[in-house]
T-cell receptor
Framework: GAVVSQHPSRVICKSGTSVKIECRSL??????MFWYRQFPKQSLMLMAT?????????EQGVEKDKFLINHASLTLSTLTVTSAHPEDSSFYIC?????????????????FGPGTRLLVL | GQNIDQPTEMTATEGAIVQINCTYQ??????LFWYQQHAGEAPTFLSY??LDGLEEKGRFSSFLSRSKGYSYLLLKELQMKDSASYLC??????????WGAGTKLIIKP
């Protein structure tokens, strides 16, 4: 159980184009999904948190107009990198969490998708 | 505020046992997670502790002491495939994950 898929796994695009990445929880309903970015040999960096049916909460320094997040259902969230530039090239990883509370428990575990490697030329 | 510390890198021998420590400071606590991340791949969930004590799962065990702000991940019968980064993550009172920088574990034959 607790499988999260991500598509595409790898994408190469030209500078100035937009890229959409999908994240799906396959066997559970995710009230919250998270989008991370990771540069080579660096730590995970949380970009934004999205709750189903509401606007995403972006971390400081992450441009919400550039990284559009939609979490329209309990099993799907999308990240669109708009007008991508070479500096946006990175490993983008989503994670999904079933729920939180009322008592701390396994339902709060974040399960990660396999990641999307983006290369902007 | 919150703070998590874990060693940057550790080396161990195939077949041996290794313990990766994680210490933390936080005002609110809703559990501590360990994840494994192989180079070039996304993290995979290993364990979750919210109560004090040891949780055993095959070759991997995780321990938590909330009063000491301390956790460790114990890996037994090390295999070459265990070479990876091990990430300690704290869930705070807002159910947000605070990530450690990760410990790179190198297994030698």
């Amino acid at each position: 159980g607790a499988v999260v898929s991500q598509h595409p796994s790898r994408v190469i695009c030209k500078s100035g184009t937009s890229v959409k990445i999908e994240c799906r929880s396959l066997d559970f309903q995710a009230t919250t999904m998270f989008w991370y970015r990771q540069f080579p040999k660096q730590s995970l960096m949380l970009m934004a948190t999205s709750n189903e049916g509401s606007k995403a909460t972006y971390e400081q320094g992450v441009e919400k107009d550039k990284f559009l997040i939609n979490h329209a259902s309990l099993t799907l969230s999308t990240l669109t990198v708009t007008s991508a530039h070479p500096e946006d090239s990175s490993f983008y990883i989503c994670s999904a969490r079933q729920s939180v509370g009322p008592q701390a428990g396994p339902q709060e575990t974040q399960y990660f998708g396999p990641g999307t490697r983006l290369l902007v030329l | 505020g919150q703070n998590i510390d874990q060693p940057t890198e550790m080396t161990a021998t195939e077949g041996a046992i290794v313990q990766i420590n994680c210490t933390y400071q936080t005002s609110g606590f809703n559990g501590l997670f360990w994840y494994q991340q192989h180079a070039g791949e996304a993290p995979t969930f290993l364990s979750y502790n919210v109560l004090d004590g040891l949780e055993e799962k095959g070759r991997f065990s995780s321990f938590l002491s909330r009063s000491k702000g301390y956790s460790y991940l114990l890996l037994k019968e090390l295999q070459m495939k265990d070479s990876a980064s091990y990430l300690c993550a704290l869930m705070d009172s807002n159910y947000q994950l605070i990530w450690g920088a990760g410990t790179k574990l190198i297994i030698k034959p």
